[in-house]
């Protein structure tokens, strides 16, 4: 399957926002959107071009794209689910892409970013109800109980991120029990629990034309 192997950190400049591409290296100083908050390219620093309402609409699919690390005929497949689906379409579009299993083990706090989290899915360290899940695009249901595989719980990786849960904090609709290295899908995720500044609306408005 197709991915971005690029640098990420040019992606949050791009997009003017950090992603939290980098797992714990965007909590410090070395985080580069931090020390250089423009635009990537030579002329970043000096580019004052005016945004059309299309430019506005293509920024921000390219924005959630990136923060899920998605490309674009899976993020335009959940689109079509989402349009079919009764409800607000931005909404149920949301609704989706939280439920992915990779950004549900990242959410939990078992991995420092989504990319780190979809790796461990691939590698057979994740269960669900107590099978294995290696697909990262799984999207998980309300009683779903996701939990490291007993041969996983002590790599380092595994074990820094699960430190570092309080800081990430874990959505209303996950539980999460440190000590089993065990979460819960008590409920699915509502538009609320959506932590990053998207506006959904302008995403509909591009596919709809």
């Known amino acids: 399957m197709a991915r971005y192997t690029g640098p990420v950190c040019r992606l949050c400049r791009r997009e003017g926002l950090k992603l939290f591409l980098k797992g714990e290296r965007c909590y410090t100083e070395k985080c580069s959107f931090e020390r250089r908050a423009f635009v990537p390219g030579m002329h970043g ?15 921000e699919k390219q924005k959630v794209k990136r923060i899920y690390g998605l490309m674009e005929k899976q993020f335009r497949k959940y689109y079509t689910q ?24 990242f959410r939990l706090g078992l991995a ?18 107590g ?22 719980r002590e790599q380092a990786r595994i074990v820094e991120s699960v430190d570092a849960v309080d800081r990430r904090g874990i959505p209303a609709w996950l539980e999460f029990d440190r000590k089993a290295m065990t979460g819960k899908v008590v409920t699915l995720p509502q538009r609320s629990d959506v932590q990053m500044p998207i506006e959904e609306r302008l995403i509909v408005e591009l596919y709809s034309k």
């Open 131 to 152: 099978h294995r899940a290696n697909i990262p695009s799984l999207l998980v249901r309300s009683g779903d109980a996701i939990s490291v595989r007993e041969k996983s």
């Open 112 to 129: 420092a970013s989504r990319s780190e989290a979809r790796q461990l899915v691939r590698h057979g360290h994740i269960h669900i109800n």
């Open 82 to 105: 989402a349009a079919k689906k009764q409800g607000v379409t931005g909404e149920n579009l949301l609704r989706y892409l939280e439920r992915r299993l990779d950004n549900t083990v």
């Open 45 to 59: 620093q000096s580019r004052r071009s005016k945004v059309s309402e299309y430019g506005r609409q293509l920024r």
